[in-house]
């Protein structure tokens, strides 16, 4: 006769073992080191050793991780990070099946641009961005004009909802200089640049970028984040890491456009870009899809097959799960056959866009025969940041679609104006 014996006796303590310790066993085994952003104290993990697959860290790591919703991410050399499950950010493997799988969709134009409706239509459901706008009020205040070398600036205050406002500034060229130039005979680009997670929209850089472009012949106009700058005065920092956040982004860079084209007589609709950075980056891309008047997009350090951006106001609103799931590359696509320039670099989620991203584009863009309509400068050495080679290769891209002229490409001329002149005469 054979003893029953129950599951409790079978397995006793289910092989389970303190998460420390087998972390640190893990260590030795593979020679790698942990950084954790995720509380172990007291963390037990049954059939622990089970887990550990000889042949690889990665699968070892999550086998571990995946019981306590934790993620891993390897770091520079040996070292790994444990951090907690971040529902927009996945590895680089995940990216590339990412994309196999939305390339399986589509092997030609009629494929493609029926996807592309689709996309058009969810995004934008999924954001609920008709009824936003139904919503807004849509105040104007403009300051005076200041008058640089080459550029003047302007502030521009919009009230979008009662008490909540998109605050800019417009950066534009000085008629003086063009007169004569028959690249402007119709009128001045217009370029919209939503902000990044940076140091709000005053700092240098953005101010040495937009009155480039302006000096070269672009009007230019940014807007600060939901809850940043002087929106964190009206709706607290807090309001930033929200849905409504990406909302808003997303509806400041739709109303800023069609004020710009509706109000300004100066601008030549046939020429309209779009450029962000990081964030803005996102909303770059999300611009170029929400509106078909979009002629040149420049998303610059941002694209990844792999990340959806790390803030509700970039993915709060669930628009990657549009179409039965997309990623940031296939949403940047709906941009083709119209010239598109990524910015990358070797220092962040970018890293991968000539390897992955990139070669999925050229053959969306293949669709048309405009592999040339898409490029990518790629900066292996350089980290995340709009610094001065991110900066000319924009200068570049927009010098090129746009006829801008080279001749008054001069930082230098640029008057970094202090952060109080940059802000709306609202209070």
Not at 9 to 31: I, P
Not at 82 to 98: A, C, F, S
Not at 113 to 142: G, H, N, W, Y
Request: charged share 25%.
């Amino acid at each position: 006769m054979v003893a029953v014996v129950s599951s409790a006796q079978t397995f006793e303590t289910n092989f389970e073992r303190s998460v420390s310790d087998l972390m640190s066993d893990v260590q030795k085994q593979f020679g790698v080191h942990f950084k954790y952003n995720v509380d172990t104290t007291g963390q037990r993990l049954p059939y622990a050793n089970f887990r550990i697959r000889p042949y690889s860290i990665e699968q070892t790591l999550d086998n571990i991780c995946k019981h306590f919703d934790w993620n891993w991410w390897k770091q520079s050399g040996n070292l790994y990070k444990i951090k907690p499950y971040e529902y927009p950010r996945r590895h680089e493997d995940e990216g590339r099946q990412m994309l196999d799988w939305l390339s399986s969709l589509y092997s030609d134009k009629a494929q493609w641009e029926a996807r592309r409706d689709s996309l058009r239509r969810e995004v934008r459901q999924r954001l609920e961005l008709d009824a936003f706008l139904d919503s807004c009020t849509l105040k104007p205040l403009l300051s005076k004009v200041r008058k640089h070398d080459g550029y003047t600036t302007q502030n521009i205050c919009i009230e979008l909802t009662p008490g909540q406002h998109l605050f800019g500034t417009i950066y534009s060229p000085d008629n003086r200089n063009f007169r004569k130039n028959q690249n402007f005979r119709n009128g001045f680009p217009l370029i919209v640049c939503p902000d990044g997670h940076w140091p709000y929209r005053y700092r240098k850089d953005e101010q040495q970028r937009l009155g480039t472009l302006a000096r070269m012949g672009a009007i230019c106009v940014d807007f600060d984040l939901y809850g940043w700058g002087e929106s964190e005065k009206e709706v607290g920092a807090e309001a930033h890491h929200t849905s409504r956040a990406h909302v808003y982004q997303a509806a400041c860079g739709y109303v800023l456009l069609d004020y710009m084209l509706k109000n300004r007589k100066d601008i030549d609709p046939t020429r309209v870009g779009v450029c962000g950075g990081s964030g803005g980056g996102t909303h770059t891309v999300l611009l170029s899809l929400l509106d078909d008047r979009v002629t040149a997009s420049a998303p610059v350090v941002h694209l990844a097959s792999h990340f959806d951006g790390g803030c509700p106001c970039e993915s709060g609103k669930p628009v990657q799960l549009a179409a039965g799931g997309t990623c940031e590359a296939e949403l940047a696509a709906v941009m083709a056959p119209k010239p598109m320039l990524i910015v990358s670099d070797g220092g962040d989620w970018t890293s991968t866009v000539p390897t992955l991203e990139f070669p999925y584009l050229q053959r969306i863009y293949g669709f048309y025969g405009a592999q040339d309509k898409v490029r990518n400068v790629h900066l292996a050495k350089e980290r995340h940041d709009f610094g001065p080679n991110k900066r000319q290769a924009v200068y570049d891209f927009f010098i090129d679609v746009f006829g801008l002229d080279r001749t008054q490409l001069d930082e230098e001329k640029i008057e970094i104006e202090p952060d109080e002149a940059l802000k709306s005469l609202y209070k």
